[in-house]
Every structure is written in C-alpha cells, then in structure tokens.
C-alpha cells in the first residue's frame, strides 16, 4: 500500500488517516422505479476484483473529513492521482455527479391545510 497520499486539502499525509470505501468507476443509474431493480442491484453489490489501475472513493477520516477519488495500482499501490470526489467525473458520464431523477427524490406531498 501506498504510504502517502497527497490530500488536495491537506497535503501528503499518511493512508493510516484514510478509509478506502470502494469503486469509484461505478455509474450511477438514473432511472427509478419498476424495472431498474437489476441495475440498482448491479450498481450496489456488484463488484470486480481489478488486478491493476483503479480508481477508489477514499474518505480523510483522520483529517479534512473529505471524499477523494485515488487512481492507484492494486497491484503495485503506485498511486496516479487524487481528486476531490465533486470533481470526479466517471468514464461514461457527463455530469460530475450523476443525479437521479428530481421528481423521484421529492419527498411526499404533505396535505393543505397543516398543523393548526
Ligand atoms: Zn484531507
């Protein structure tokens, strides 16, 4: 494992101070509802075993408290880059962070009238 890794907040600190949270190549589906329960699944649980470049959600635990995106070897642990995760962009996407559908997020109406 790569002994430092260089916070675009913080600085090189060490990876003792980092939790590494997974895949970062995901894409997120954007579609909701009936019948995108296979690639809601696929996208939470569905994980390859890459032998070689990937990139990774890492969490500054131990300091700024921020999300970066780390492109390192598995194999070697030489580390490519670090990205602030709001500015990493997944191959295949055109927003930086894909976005599920506005309406399906909105939360129940409530009734009118309210509390009295
Ligand atoms: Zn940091």
Redesign the pocket.
């Known amino acids: 494992m790569a002994t430092l890794i260089n ?5 090189r ?1 060490t990876t003792d ?1 980092f939790y590494i949270k997974g895949d970062a190549s995901k894409v997120r589906p954007t579609a909701v509802g009936d019948g995108t329960m296979d690639q809601w699944h696929d996208y939470v649980h569905i994980r390859d075993n890459v032998r070689g470049r990937v990139t990774e959600y890492w969490h ?1 635990t131990g ?4 999300w ?1 995106v780390v492109e390192r070897d598995s194999m070697t642990h030489e580390v490519y880059g670090v990205t602030p995760a709001q500015k990493w962009k997944p191959a295949g996407t055109k927003a930086a962070a894909p976005a599920v559908k506005a309406a399906a997020r909105k939360a129940p109406a409530k009734k009118a009238g309210g509390k009295r």
């Open positions: 916070c675009p907040h913080c600085g600190r101070e500054h300091g700024c408290r921020q970066l």
